[in-house]
C-alpha cells in the first residue's frame, strides 16, 4: 500500500502465488496516515486500485469504514443500487 507520491503505507508478505487482493483489508488495517501535529489517522478518506481489487467484500469494508472506494468496476459487474 502506498500514498500518492509512492511512498509505502503498509506492507504484507505472502506466498508468492496469492493474489494480493485477497489481503486488502488485512494490508488496510495497517495504514496510518500521518497529520502535521497529534497522532496519526486510522483511515484514509479515499483507497484507489485496480480492477483486480473490486469485490464486494472490499467495497463493503470500505463503505462500512466511511472511505471512499475509487476502484473501478469489472465488467459485468454491477456496482450500483
Not at 506492507?11 to 495504514?31: E, I, N
Request: hydrophobic share 35%.
Amino acid at each position: 500500500m502506498a500514498d500518492g507520491n509512492g511512498l509505502p503505507m503498509g506492507a504484507l508478505l505472502t506466498a508468492g502465488q496469492r493474489h494480493d487482493s485477497a489481503f486488502f483489508t488485512d494490508v488496510m488495517d495497517q495504514v496510518r496516515v500521518p497529520k502535521p501535529v497529534g497522532r496519526p489517522k486510522r483511515r484514509p478518506e479515499a483507497v484507489a486500485g485496480d480492477r483486480a481489487y473490486d469485490s464486494k467484500e472490499n467495497r463493503k469494508w470500505c463503505w462500512k469504514r466511511n472511505i471512499e472506494s475509487v476502484i473501478p468496476a469489472r465488467k459485468g459487474m454491477h456496482t450500483g443500487p
